[in-house]
């Protein structure tokens, strides 16, 4: 059974940072794309970032006011683990974040086949 879990969410002040782990397991995720989304209560469920299991390829969200230069994802092949390192948080980053794993077009969530329970991520102004 394959199974994603997020941890590392929380309450933190504008400005401030966290890090959001996903660890993997269940299968070999070495054809798939590990992604993160966000999604604030009423609104759509939107990309974060993502990278390619294979070619370590990176991509970022780079709409509006995104977070591009603010987030970085990194991944631990060894331990099956992802992590999106969120740094200069603003209220607006404040949603339920999830990681998922899926293959085809990075930033649409209905390409993700697998994905995690959440976790919350609240940023005070």
């Known amino acids: 059974q394959v199974r994603l879990v997020e941890s590392g969410g929380g309450l933190v002040q504008a400005g401030g940072s966290l890090r959001l782990s996903c660890a993997a397991s269940?299968?070999?995720?070495?054809?798939?794309?590990m992604g993160w989304f966000r999604q604030a209560p009423g609104k759509e469920r939107e990309f974060v970032a993502a990278?390619?299991?294979?070619?370590?390829?990176?991509?970022?969200?780079d709409y509006g006011d995104s977070v591009k230069g603010r987030f970085t994802l990194s991944r631990d092949t060894a331990k099956n683990t992802v992590h999106l390192q969120m740094n200069s948080l603003k209220p607006e980053d404040t949603a339920l974040y999830y990681c998922?794993?899926?293959?085809?077009?990075?930033?649409?969530?209905?390409?993700?086949?697998?994905w995690g329970q959440g976790t919350q991520v609240t940023v005070s102004s």
């Open positions: 990278i390619a299991w294979r070619g370590n390829y990176l991509y970022y969200a």
């Open positions: 998922a794993a899926g293959s085809g077009i990075v930033d649409n969530p209905a390409h993700y086949d697998y």
């Open positions: 269940g299968r070999t995720f070495s054809s798939y794309t």
